[in-house]
Antibody
Framework: QVTLKESGPALVKPTQTLTVTCTFSGFSLNTSGMRVSWIRQPPGKALEWLARIDWDDDKLYSTSLKTRLTISKDTSKNQVVLTITNTDPVDTATYYC????????????WGQGTTVTVSS | DIQMTQSPSSLSASVGDRVTITCRASQSITIFLNWYQQKPGKAPKLLIYGASSLQSGVPSRFSGSGSGTDFTLTISSLQPEDFATYYCQQSYSTPTFGQGTRLEIK
């Protein structure tokens, strides 16, 4: 059974760096073709794709946010970490991680999400 | 980035209705189009991948079609559990989502 679970701080002050962690089970990021993405959703708004990391450590970032994002993996811990620098209240959102399926490039299994508020 | 535009933004329908949601890409994405369902307070759920392939476990009343720039998600006979928000997402290039279509009970 594939599961993913996000964790991170509930509150971050503006300009600080936000770090969210995705801990997964049921698959390995050492396996060829495996990928994990991060997606966020501000309250009452649409989904926004943020970043993806591949089994071979290739990375892809949102065009609009790439200067502020860093994605990394720790395969020994089955974790993927996303950092967002220089946070702003507009970064307030629920942050989801999801497994990226090779079929159609869809995100087929999602975590429950972790809610982060950026406020002073 | 490729822009994804869904229509309508919201829709009211009744149980048993046939419903169609449209997604248009700003350039051709061939069939790299996926559909998700999201209920309040829950994570999105994959319904359709590759424009028309039904994800395992998803009821057959859901179907997808289209290629190039124009795509549709159809629910053949609405059930009470289908009232939710639906998103399209392209994976042809750097992924982007549509703005969502909220499906409400009439």
């Amino acid at each position: 059974q594939v599961t993913l679970k996000e964790s991170g701080p509930a509150l971050v002050k503006p300009t600080q760096t936000l770090t969210v962690t995705c801990t997964f089970s049921g698959f390995s990021l050492n396996t060829s073709g495996m990928r994990v993405s991060w997606i966020r959703q501000p309250p009452g708004k649409a989904l926004e794709w943020l970043a993806r990391i591949d089994w071979d450590d290739d990375k892809l970032y949102s065009t609009s946010l790439k200067t502020r994002l860093t994605i990394s993996k720790d395969t020994s811990k089955n974790q993927v970490v996303l950092t967002i620098t220089n946070t702003d209240p507009v970064d307030t959102a629920t942050y989801y991680c999801a497994r990226w399926s090779a079929r159609g490039g869809a995100m087929d299994v999602w975590g429950q999400g972790t809610t982060v508020t950026v406020s002073s | 980035d490729i822009q994804m535009t869904q229509s309508p933004s919201s829709l009211s329908a009744s149980v048993g209705d046939r419903v169609t949601i449209t997604c248009r890409a700003s350039q051709s994405i061939t069939i790299f189009l996926n559909w998700y369902q999201q209920k309040p307070g829950k994570a999105p759920k994959l319904l359709i991948y590759g424009a028309s392939s039904l994800q395992s476990g998803v009821p057959s009343r859901f179907s997808g079609s289209g290629s190039g720039t124009d795509f549709t998600l159809t629910i053949s006979s609405l059930q009470p559990e289908d009232f939710a928000t639906y998103y399209c997402q392209q994976s042809y290039s750097t992924p982007t989502f549509g703005q969502g279509t909220r499906l409400e009970i009439k």
